[in-house]
Each structure stands twice: as structure tokens, then as C-alpha cells.
């Protein structure tokens, strides 16, 4: 079966700058994931969805963060007004029970 | 402070060799997850260990969970130099839904 995929998988902004980034899980996979995973670190929960509903996004800056997955397939997460502290891998992850497989991730350098 | 963590932050061991990552962990769980993670690709999971369980196996893994002391350890038999990556546990107190992710071990298997 395809696994999950996203794009870009690579972003360079300035600061200020806005950047989308996009997750297509695994199908039929009812639970998507979005994890920061700052250099040398492990993946930080941003928010989760089961179907179209945000289930948990208690770790989203909301300020300049925002996560939508509007058919209950793909998402889209979005950072309105990058910052340095920003630079990050970006990992989206689908499960239907209790593992949960991982895109390659979007990596993103804020300069 | 984390709520799950790897108590090495890196390890090298030669081919053939055996080794073991061990993982601590500060809160209650439905169970504990094995990731590794490659460079330049997501986490993939490894062993998902509940927590009425002492001891899981796949292949040359092996995982111990001691609830008593909250900790847990994964041990790699025979390791191959493609074992080489990064390996983290995860804490699930949410049957999988929610994921807790440690700092990561970095194992390096040299020829």
C-alpha cells in the first residue's frame, strides 16, 4: 500500500514569510497526525484529527499556526508568520489503530 | 521536563554486536512504543509493548516494560549497519491515539 506522503519536502523562508505545508495518509487511516521535530530532538504532537475533527491541537501555537483536513483525507498545515525558532521537520503520520506510519516529513530552514 | 526519555543520547557498537537502548518515562500508559528512525525518513515502529506485558520480540528486538519502575528497554541482537539510525520510545496513555515521543538514542553500527 502507497504510505503516506507529503510535500514540499523541503521550504526555505525568511522570517515573516508563510509557508503550507500538505499530507496525504495512508487510506482508509481515520487518525492524522502533525509532529514538530526540532534538529537532534524527537517528534513534538502539534495536533491530531479523527476524520475532519481536530481532536487535540493544545500544542498549536494558534497564533501563527493553523491545521485543517476538511474531507477527513488529506490536511493541510499552515504557519502564517514563520520565525527562526520555527526551523523544524514537520512530520505528518496516519494510523487506524495503534501504530502510526510517518511521512518522510518537510523539512523547513527559517532564515 | 520530557515525559519519556532515552537514557543515552548516542551509541556505537560493531557489527554483530549487541546493544540496548534503554527508556524512562514519568507518566501512566496503556502501553509503550519502539520507534527507529532513519536518516531522512520518518519514525517507523518497531514493537509496541502494552502495559500488562514484560517482555515482546520481533525479530532480533526484544522489549522489556517495567511498570513498577517505569522504564523499558529495547535490545538489538546481531546488529547489521543498516541498523544504524535513531531509535526513540513513545508513551501512549490513550490506546495509540496520543503519543509521547523521548529525545532519541542514536545508534551507530560500524563495520
Known amino acids: 500500500e502507497a504510505g503516506v506522503t507529503q510535500s514540499p519536502r523541503y521550504a526555505v523562508l525568511q522570517e515573516g514569510q508563510a509557508v503550507s505545508f500538505w499530507c496525504d495518509p495512508i487510506?482508509?487511516?481515520?487518525?492524522l497526525y502533525w509532529y514538530q521535530q526540532p534538529r537532534d530532538q524527537g517528534p513534538q504532537l502539534l495536533v491530531y484529527f479523527r476524520d475532519e475533527a481536530v481532536i487535540d491541537n493544545s500544542q498549536l501555537p494558534s497564533d501563527r499556526f493553523s491545521a485543517v483536513r476538511p474531507k477527513g483525507t488529506n490536511s493541510t498545515l499552515k504557519i502564517q508568520s514563520a520565525k527562526q525558532g520555527d526551523t523544524a521537520t514537520y512530520l505528518c503520520?496516519?494510523?487506524?489503530?495503534?501504530?502510526?506510519?510517518f511521512g518522510p516529513g518537510t523539512r523547513l530552514t527559517v532564515l | 521536563s520530557q515525559l519519556a526519555e532515552e537514557n543515552s543520547w548516542a551509541l556505537s557498537v560493531h557489527e554483530g554486536e549487541s546493544v540496548t537502548v534503554n527508556c524512562s518515562y514519568k507518566?501512566?500508559?496503556?502501553?509503550l512504543q519502539w520507534y527507529r528512525q532513519k536518516s531522512g525518513k520518518g519514525p517507523a515502529q518497531l514493537i509496541l509493548i502494552r502495559s500488562n506485558e514484560r517482555e515482546k520480540r520481533n525479530g532480533r528486538l526484544r522489549a522489556t516494560l517495567d511498570t513498577s519502575s517505569q522504564s523499558s528497554s529495547l535490545s538489538i541482537t546481531a546488529t547489521r549497519c543498516e541498523d544504524t539510525a535513531v531509535y526513540f520510545c513513545?508513551?501512549?496513555?490513550?490506546?495509540?491515539?496520543?503519543?509521547?515521543f523521548g529525545g532519541g538514542t542514536r545508534l551507530t553500527v560500524r563495520p
Open positions: 503520520a496516519s494510523s487506524l489503530r495503534y501504530e502510526q506510519y
Open positions: 507518566t501512566s500508559i496503556t502501553a
Open positions: 513513545a508513551t501512549d496513555a490513550n490506546a495509540g491515539a496520543k503519543l509521547t
Open positions: 487510506s482508509g487511516h481515520d487518525t
